[in-house]
């Protein structure tokens, strides 16, 4: 499966923007799928997953409450609502998918697949 994120872009502070990412190749079904991002100087971090079954969503604790992970198997796409936009959340934002196990769901590590990035800059 191969990953094509997009949606990114320059947004004021307290504004929304939301984040596709699309799979071809294969479906992304049965993979765990969720964000990361990556803002310069460090490290990639979590933002949000599903896990593999797709029953059960996965939050930083940064992000609980402003962003909504969700997905559309049919299109084969997942998406990243994000509200309430703070400067800090300026990074690359990548969506990736894998089979880590429930409990590393949130390390990067678990994810073998990577779309290419797309770059979010929220202006204070």
């Known amino acids: 499966v191969q990953l094509q994120a997009s949606g990114g872009g320059l947004v004021q502070a307290g504004g929304p923007l939301r984040l596709s990412c699309a799979a071809s190749?294969?479906?992304?079904?049965?993979?765990?799928v969720g964000w990361f991002r990556q803002a310069p100087g460090k490290e990639r971090e979590f933002v949000a997953a599903?896990?593999?079954?797709?029953?059960?969503?996965y939050y930083a604790d940064s992000v609980k409450g402003r962003f909504t992970i969700s997905r559309d198997n049919a299109k084969n796409t997942l998406y990243l609502q994000m509200n309430s936009l703070k400067p800090e959340d300026t990074a690359v934002y990548y969506c990736?998918?894998?089979?880590?196990?429930?409990?590393?769901?949130?390390?990067?590590?678990?994810?073998?697949?990577w779309g290419q990035g797309t770059q979010v800059t929220v202006s204070s």
């Open positions: 190749g294969r479906t992304f079904s049965s993979y765990a």
């Open positions: 990736g998918a894998g089979r880590p196990i429930l409990s590393s769901i949130r390390s990067s590590l678990g994810y073998r697949i």
């Open positions: 599903f896990s593999r079954s797709g029953g059960s969503t």
